[in-house]
RNA sequence: GGCGCCUUCGUCUAGUGGCCUAGGACGCGGCCCUCUCACGGCUGAAACACGAGUUCGAGUCUCGUAGGCGCUACCA
C-alpha cells in the first residue's frame, strides 16, 4: 500500500453543545493525528439548515482550546482545502451528484416526504430500493419528458443513490475487522435535496473527505451501519483507491442503566456532560460544564482517553504527550463504556496534587479577594501544598483552606463535643500561656515546648492536641497542628484559644 | 420487526489456548501511619452472560441462545 500523509478530520454539525463522547471522537482523532506526524482538520457540517443552532461552532472552538486538542485546519484555522463549512461547498457537491446522475448511479425523486410516510404506513417495512422504487415517482420509473416537465415546472425532488441489490459489501474497520452487509438491507438514500441545494450527510461527507484528502476515518460506533453505503460511494465516484482508512470507537454510555450518554443525563446526575457551560439560545437553559464545574482540561482528557482505549499496561497518569505517543487504534475496545464521574473526579483529584501551588494559589486568591480577605501569593502556596491532597476541585480549596486566613467563628457541633472536654478550658487557658512564652516560633521548637509541656504535667496528648485543633480550626480536620500555627502566627493562635475558651460551652 | 455491533468484578479494563487459584484502577470495607482529617502503605469483598462443540487443556477458538446497544429520515 503506497504510503499516504495521515489525515483526519472532526466534522461535527453545530447542531448544539458539544458532546463529551464527541470529545473522545476528536481526542482519538487527534492522538492519531500527531502520532503520526499527520494533520488534523476541523469541518463544520451544516448542511441540515434547519437544525443549526447560533453559538454552537464557537462553543465546539472554544471547547478545544480549552482541552488543548489543537487543528492544523479548517473552519476558522485555515488551510488549503477549504472552504471547511459544508454550506460554504454548496457548488463542489451539486457537480459531484451530476456525474452520479450522469453515470446513472443516482436518480432523480419527486415522491414528497407526505407521501414516503403514506407509504411507510400503508406497508409494514416499506423501504425505497430495487424492489420498491420502479412503484414511485422518479426519474427510473417516469418517462424522460415528465420528469423534465417537474423539473422545469420547479417541483421539488431529491437525488436518490441506486443502489444495486444483493451485494455484499464489505467494511473493513481497524477495530471491529472485516465487517459485511448485505447491499439489499440498504435503502436508495437521498443524497441531494433541491429544496436548499445542499447534500445529506452522506455525499457531503464522501465528496469532502475525498477532496479533503482524509486517509482516517474515526468516528463514533453511531455510523457503522451506513460505512457500507459510504463504501458504494466511494466505488460509484472511482474512489476507492484512495477511500480512508475506517475506524469505529464504541459508544459513551449512561453512567446507570443502559443507553448513550445524554444531555439529561448531566440534568439528572447532577454532573457535566459537557466540556463547557451551555447556554441554549432558544430555551435559555443552561447546562454545566467541565470547565466551570472546575475540572482541569488535562485531567478530563487523560480520563476521556482510557475510555474505550488502554495502553496494555497499568499507567493511569498521561499526559497528552504520553497520550500521543501511546495511542492505539488496535487497542481500543470494541464494547461501549459507562461513564463513570466518581473516577473522571479522582482524576481531577490526581492532577490538582501535580499542579504548581503557585498557580493553584493565584486561582484561589481569586475567591479569597471576593470575599475580602487577601494574602501573599506565597503564603497561599504553601498552604495549598499542606492542604491539596484533600480536595478534588479547585474550588474546594478556598473552603478548606480558610481557617488559615480567617478565624473560626463558630466550632463544629460533632468535634465540640467529643474533643472538648470539661479540663479542655483550663487546659487551654494554660496552653495560651506556652505558647506565649515561646520565642522561636518555628515547627520543631513549637512542638518542644509544647510536647514538655504536656509531658511535665502528666496530660493526654490527644486531649490536648484534639482541643487545640478545635480551638484554632473549628473543627477535627486539617494538617498538623503546628504545620497551621507556624503560618498563622503566635498572636493569631493565642487569640483563637481565647476566643475558643470564651466561646466553646 | 429487519440489519449490524457488542458481552471479564457495581464501573473502566488487563487477558490473543497452558504463566488465570483471572491482574490493575475507581468506588466500598478493614488495618497501619497519626494530635484530627486527608495523602500514602497494606489488605478484604467483588467478574469470565448461558449452553453446546473443538482441544490433552478455553476467559481466550467455533456454533447456538439470551441480553444490551446502534442503525433503520429529504438528522448528523
Redesign the pocket.
Known sequence: MAERRVRVRF???P?GPLHIGGVRTALYNYLFARQNGGDMVFRI????S??FVPGAEDYIIESFKWLGVEFDEGVSFGGNYGPYR?SERRDIYKKYVNILLESGKAYI????????EAK?NEI?????DASTRMSMRNSLAMPKEEVDRLISEGV???V?FKIEPNEDVHVN?I????????SS?L?D??LY????E?????L??IVDDHLMEISHVIR???????APLHVLLYRAFGWEDTMPQFA?L??L?K??????LSKRDGDRLGFPVFPLEWHDPKSGEISSGYRETGYLPEAVINFLA?????P???Q?IMSMDELIKLFDL???????????F??????N??YI?LKDNTELAQQMLVQMRAEGVDAPVEKVAKVIGM?K????FVKELWDTCKFFFVAPTEYDEK?RKK?WKEESPAQMTELAEVIAGIDDFSIENQ?NVVMKWIEDKGYN??I???A??LAI?G?????????ITEVIGKEETIARIKRAVENIK
Open positions: 466534522a461535527p454539525s447542531t457540517e451544516d448542511t441540515d434547519n437544525r459544508q425523486a419527486f415522491d414528497t416526504p407526505e407521501e414516503l411507510r409494514k417495512n416499506f423501504q425505497y421539488q425532488y431529491v436518490r474497520d477495530i471491529r475487522g472485516d465487517v459485511v452487509i448485505n438491507i435503502d438514500k437521498v435535496k433541491s429544496a436548499d445542499l447534500p445529506t450527510y452522506h457531503a461527507n463514533g460506533e453511531e455510523w457503522l451501519p451506513s469505529h464504541p459508544l454510555l453512567p446507570d442503566g443502559n443507553g448513550k482510557l475510555l474505550g482505549w488502554n496494555g499496561n497499568d493511569e488496535h487497542r481500543c475496545s470494541k464494547a461501549g463504556a459507562k461513564f463513570d466518581e473516577k473522571c473526579k479522582w482524576f483529584h490526581q496534587q492542604m491532597s484533600r480536595v478534588s468535634t474533643r512542638e496528648t490527644g490536648i492536641m484534639n487545640f485543633r480550626v473543627e477535627g480536620k486539617g494538617p498538623h497542628m503546628f504545620d
